[in-house]
């Protein structure tokens, strides 16, 4: 099983970016998969979840802002980010989840300067 994701890199404040997150070795479509990350010095969060079926759920800083998608037939979850704020630098991670399992990226860099 494999997560990699791409699409990280440095952007100024107001500007946009889209991680994507390619997964091999897993029936994708069956998974919930999520976006999250994690800033020098503070925990991993969650910024994004979107279910087999479709459901979304954004953590409150990212609303309006970011949108989480899927597409099954590419085995590959998007994150578009618009608006982005010098508080969404982190390294961003891919997840997919499902019972008991539970497997991560390598995570991508997003920096957002000022």
């Known amino acids: 099983v494999q997560l990699v994701e791409s699409g990280g890199g440095l952007v100024q404040a107001g500007g946009s970016l889209r991680l994507s997150c390619g997964a091999s070795g897993i029936t994708f479509s069956i998974y919930t998969m999520g976006w999250y990350r994690q800033a020098p010095g503070k925990q991993r969060e969650l910024v994004a979840t979107?279910?087999?079926?479709?459901?979304?759920n954004y953590a409150d800083s990212v609303k309006g802002r970011f949108t989480i998608s899927r597409d099954n037939a590419k085995n590959t979850m998007y994150l578009q980010m618009n608006s982005l704020k010098p508080e969404d630098t982190a390294v961003y991670y891919c997840?997919?989840?499902?019972?008991?399992?539970?497997?991560w990226g390598q995570g991508t860099q997003v920096t957002v300067s000022s």
């Open positions: 997840n997919a989840r499902r019972w008991t399992f539970d497997c």
């Open positions: 979107i279910t087999s079926g479709g459901s979304t």
